[in-house]
C-alpha cells in the first residue's frame, strides 16, 4: 500500500515563526498536494507540484511557499506564522488514478 | 469551473440499515471519480476509485455507482454499522483540472446502535 507520511500529528507554534511542514511519500508517485481543511469551507488547495523542482499555486497560496528537492518529499512552509493560518493541514501523492492522504498535522497558532 | 455536491450534509441512521450517499458534479469531462472516509481529526482514506469509463465499484459491503451522463455517483453501504459513523467526500479529478481534484463538501454520516 501507499504510504504519506506527514511527520507531526500536532504542532503548536507562535505568530510571526516560522514553520515546516514535512511530507513525504514512498510510491515514486509525481503528483504531491497540499491542501487545509477548516470547518465550513471544505478542503482548499494550498500548492501542488507535478514533478521535483516544480511547484503551482492552488487556490490559498498567500502566506504559504513549498519545497521539492526530492521527488518523495514536498514541503509546506509558513514563512510567517499567524493565528488565521491555524488549521488542519493535509498532504496527498498519487498518479491520476487516485491519490493517497497523509494523517494530517493540526496546527495551532498562538 | 467544476462544482461538487454532496447532499444531505448530515445523515443519521440506525445500525443494519442500508447507506445512500449522493454526489453531484457540473462538467461530465471527468478522468474518475474518488470516494473518501474521514475519521474525526484524521487524514483521508480512499474507499473507492470509478474511472469514467466505468458504471460501477464495488469492495466489500461498499458499492459506488457512476452516471457520468449526469453528473452524478452513489455510495452505497450495506448494513450499516456504528463503525461505519465518519464524514464521506467525493471528489473528481476533472478534465479541466489535470490532475488536481474538486472535492464536495462531504456528508458527515452517524450509525445509532
Known amino acids: 500500500d501507499v504510504k504519506v507520511t506527514q511527520s507531526s500529528r500536532y504542532l503548536v507554534k507562535r505568530t510571526g515563526e516560522k514553520v515546516f511542514l514535512e511530507c513525504v511519500q514512498d510510491?515514486?508517485?509525481?503528483?504531491m498536494f497540499w491542501y487545509r481543511q477548516d470547518p465550513g469551507l471544505g478542503l482548499r488547495l494550498i500548492y501542488f507540484?507535478?514533478?521535483?523542482?516544480?511547484?503551482e499555486k492552488g487556490d490559498i497560496p498567500e502566506g504559504y511557499s513549498v519545497s521539492r528537492e526530492k521527488k518523495e518529499r514536498f514541503s509546506l512552509i509558513l514563512e510567517s506564522a499567524s493565528t488565521n493560518q491555524t488549521s488542519m493541514y493535509l498532504c496527498?501523492?498519487?498518479?491520476?488514478?487516485?491519490?493517497?492522504f497523509g494523517s494530517g498535522t493540526r496546527l495551532t497558532v498562538v | 469551473k467544476q462544482e461538487v455536491t454532496q447532499i444531505p450534509a448530515a445523515l443519521s441512521v440506525p445500525e443494519g440499515e442500508n447507506l445512500v450517499l449522493n454526489c453531484s458534479f457540473t462538467?461530465?469531462?471527468?478522468?474518475?471519480l474518488q470516494w473518501f472516509r474521514q475519521d474525526p481529526g484524521k487524514g483521508l482514506t480512499s474507499l473507492l476509485l470509478?474511472?469514467?469509463?466505468?458504471r460501477e465499484q464495488t469492495s466489500g459491503r461498499l458499492n459506488a455507482s457512476l452516471d457520468k451522463s449526469s453528473g452524478r455517483s452513489t455510495l452505497y453501504i450495506a448494513a450499516s454499522q456504528p463503525g461505519d459513523s465518519a464524514t464521506y467526500l467525493c471528489?473528481?479529478?476533472?478534465?479541466?483540472?489535470?490532475?488536481?481534484?474538486?472535492f464536495g463538501g462531504g456528508t458527515r454520516v452517524l450509525v445509532k446502535p
Open positions: 507540484s507535478y514533478d521535483v523542482k516544480m511547484k
Open positions: 496527498a501523492s498519487g498518479t491520476g488514478d487516485g491519490y493517497t
Open positions: 510510491m515514486d508517485h509525481e503528483n
Open positions: 470509478i474511472q469514467s469509463s466505468q
Open positions: 462538467d461530465s469531462a471527468i478522468y474518475n
Open positions: 471528489a473528481v479529478r476533472g478534465v479541466a483540472a489535470g490532475n488536481k481534484l474538486t
